[in-house]
């Protein structure tokens, strides 16, 4: 199964600033998703990221909040912007299996704090 | 995809065998059963699935009852890395579309 380097691993940010968070995988994959998952909570899903076209958006996200590059088929970036402390959450990235019988891959998450 | 439920939470003694129930009354006849768990502040990490047989691999058994309209997740010897929050999800095949999490069963193995 794919694997998926996510950086960074946590981090601690003032409010009013932006973090992009990394997502490296180790093969090709065609679609890309991010989630969100608040304290104590499942995860959301905020986008899917197809490379060469925009992001798709669930309801509740938007592109400005959290911008989303897919340079190619092995890399993307989610960049939570203007954030405030309800933007402290576990941000995750997710590759499909690709037709294995391994299942989604998941980053490990960035564990951001916002203060 | 179909809705899923599941209990909140569950203990089970180390070494004991820990059954997750799953309940899917609205399952479709070309909708799989995916488990996942997630371990304390890791990502999600794929268990089994299956359609209307029972399997098993190295990590657990999945048991899918006649009807479809439930499932268990079999854990046959319980121990404390097993303790995570455990997720079951109903949908067709593996697809390029995102897994939709519910807020799955958080099991606690216990010494």
């Known amino acids: 199964s794919a694997v998926i380097s996510q950086k960074p691993s946590r981090d601690i940010c003032q409010r009013g600033t932006s973090l992009t968070i990394q997502c490296q995988v180790d093969s090709q994959v065609t679609m890309m998703f991010w989630y969100r998952q608040q304290p104590g909570q499942s995860l959301t899903l905020i986008a899917t990221?197809?490379?060469?076209?925009?992001?798709?958006?669930e309801s509740g996200f938007v592109i400005d909040k959290f911008p989303i590059s897919r340079p190619n088929l092995t890399f993307s970036t989610l960049t939570v912007s203007n954030m405030s402390p309800e933007d402290s959450s576990i941000y995750l990235c997710s590759v499909t299996p690709g037709g294995t019988n391994y299942g989604y891959t998941f980053g490990s998450g960035t564990r951001l704090t916002v203060v | 995809d179909a809705k899923t439920t599941q209990p909140p939470s569950m203990d089970c003694a180390e070494g004991r065998a820990a059954n997750l129930p799953c309940n899917h009354s609205?399952?479709?006849?070309?909708?799989?059963v995916y488990w996942y768990r997630q371990i304390h502040s890791q990502g999600p990490q794929y268990i089994i699935h299956?359609?209307?047989n029972n399997e098993t691999n190295e990590m657990a058994s999945l048991i899918i009852t006649e009807d479809r309209k439930s499932s268990t997740l079999i854990l046959p010897h319980a121990t404390l890395r097993d303790t995570a929050v455990y997720y079951c999800i109903v949908r067709v095949g593996w697809g390029n579309t995102p897994l939709v999490f519910g807020k799955g069963t958080r099991l606690s193995v216990i010494a």
């Open positions: 990221a197809n490379q060469g076209s925009e992001a798709t958006y």
């Open positions: 609205t399952i479709s006849g070309n909708e799989y």
């Open positions: 299956g359609l209307k």
